[in-house]
């Protein structure tokens, strides 16, 4: 039975290994940002943070009201996000309000949300066709 996991034939592509370790050596740098980037999408109270905010700005006692949390915990999340600039934060009197940092968050959770449901339709197609 082949699998899609691993050659049937070993055969090393030099020319191809050393492009992809070139492009690698290029990219290190920027790879830890992105780690950290996706290890806080992938806390699900983060996650669902990002994508409320994605209706537009909202206060700490809002975000915590519309996740169903504690304040406690909203602001604990905060404070990461806003480290990694996912989320941005600016008082009005003795109220704070978060945002999405930039159009680029918000481009990564819908690309994030498209290929998910792309994948479920595609699983959904697959079970059809059997």
């Known amino acids: 039975m082949s699998s899609l996991n691993s050659c049937a034939v070993?055969?090393?592509h030099a020319d191809a290994v050393e492009a992809a370790r070139a492009?690698?050596?290029e990219k290190d740098s920027?790879?830890?940002g992105a780690r950290a980037l996706f290890?806080?999408?992938g806390d699900p109270t983060r996650l669902r943070l990002l994508a409320a905010l994605q209706a537009g700005p909202l206060c700490t006692c809002d975000l915590a009201a519309t996740l169903g949390v504690s304040?406690?915990?909203v602001s604990h999340q905060l404070r990461g996000l806003r480290a990694l600039r996912l989320v941005a934060s600016d008082r009005d009197g003795r109220i704070v309000?978060?945002?999405l940092d930039?159009?680029?968050v918000a481009a990564l959770l819908?690309?994030?949300a498209e290929h998910a449901a792309e994948a479920v339709t595609a699983d959904q197609t697959m079970e059809a066709a059997q």
């Open 39 to 41: 290890a806080a999408l």
């Open 110 to 112: 819908d690309v994030a």
């Open 23 to 25: 492009h690698l050596a």
């Open 71 to 73: 304040e406690s915990a």
């Open 97 to 99: 309000y978060h945002r």
């Open 10 to 12: 070993r055969c090393v």
């Open 30 to 32: 920027a790879l830890g």
């Open 102 to 104: 930039d159009d680029h």
